[in-house]
């Protein structure tokens, strides 16, 4: 049976079982008539092609430029139509099987510009009953930015944690692992404030940095994702796209885009692999192409100029 027959085959039977629609079976087609043509350069045709083929054909589609989402679209038409030839006897197997679908990249995290970020502490500063719950609230904020704790950690602070100097902090994060975190001189001013006041309030002899009347004895994640969505309204930022993590993310940006090594970002931030911080590495391309662009004698930017470098 030639591939074009085989094609018609496998999309009569689509129709006849699942009753796709036509637009439907105009992708199917274009999907398996690309695949096929693909096989067909080689020499070879879906029912002799392996696993090597189709991996082949995927990697074409990556250099071609099509997204992941594309990609695992594409790999789903091919993976039905070769389990339609296992099924029907045409073949005795179906080389899709073990194929894992593209890795999608994963979206970039949101951020805040730097100014943003002031304002959204700021805000912080100005909200509670009294004194003591501003003091802390402007220092909860401002240390999320300062350290890029998760939201978790910082909440979960034992008092211990800040004594000494505070240039430093000790923190117990994900699986037990502990790292040291520096604290800009802004976060330790007001962690001073905050210390002096809570050490006359009610939770004076409270071991976490952050007490509460919770069932844990701290602050909760929820309460602190209030705070920030609170204060974000207040400083009128957009409150559905500002979260504790937010503030994490810009942290790691702003580090990045100041020159900081993603080896140190890795660090600082905890994460145990480098590859979960290599979401941003973003950031280190566009400065790198912003560098090339200023400083290459055949960039845009230098062309008649006459600098050689």
Not at 230 to 252: E, K, N
Not at 282 to 304: F, K, M, Q, W
Request: proline content about 5%.
């Amino acid at each position: 049976m030639s591939t074009g027959r085989l094609i018609e085959t496998f999309l009569e039977a689509l129709h006849a079982e699942s009753g796709a629609a036509l637009n439907t079976l105009l992708a199917y087609r274009h999907d398996l008539e690309d695949y096929t043509g693909f096989l067909a350069r080689k020499g070879r045709d879906p029912l002799a092609a392996g696993r090597a083929d189709i991996e082949e054909w995927l990697a074409r589609l990556a250099d071609l430029g099509l997204s992941a989402a594309t990609r695992s679209r594409r790999l789903s038409a091919i993976r039905r139509f070769h389990r339609f030839l296992w099924e029907e006897g045409l073949r005795k197997d179906d080389p899709t099987r073990a194929l894992a679908p593209p890795r999608r990249t994963p979206p970039l995290p949101r951020t805040l510009a730097p100014e943003d970020v002031r304002k959204l502490i700021d805000a912080a500063a100005s909200i509670g009953r009294g004194e003591a719950d501003r003091v802390r609230n402007g220092c909860l904020l401002a240390m999320l930015y300062a350290t890029g704790l998760r939201a978790s950690e910082l909440v979960a602070l034992p008092l211990e944690a800040a004594t000494g100097p505070r240039e430093m902090l000790h923190v117990r994060g994900k699986g037990g692992r502990e790292r040291m975190v520096p604290l800009s001189a802004e976060a330790r001013e007001r962690l001073d404030r905050w210390i002096a006041l809570r050490r006359d309030g009610p939770f004076g002899n409270s071991p976490w940095l952050f007490p509460s009347r919770g069932r844990e004895g701290h602050l909760s994640r929820i309460r602190l994702f209030h705070l920030v969505k609170t204060a974000a309204a207040r400083a009128g930022l957009d409150a559905r796209t500002v979260s504790p993590h937010t503030l994490r993310h810009a942290f790691a940006t702003h580090l990045l885009e100041g020159g900081a090594d993603l080896r140190a970002i890795q660090l600082l931030l905890g994460h145990a692999d480098i590859a979960t911080t290599e979401i941003y590495t973003h950031v280190l391309e566009e400065r790198l192409r912003e560098l090339v662009e200023a400083h290459h004698p055949l960039s845009e930017g230098r062309r008649g100029t006459g600098e050689a470098g």
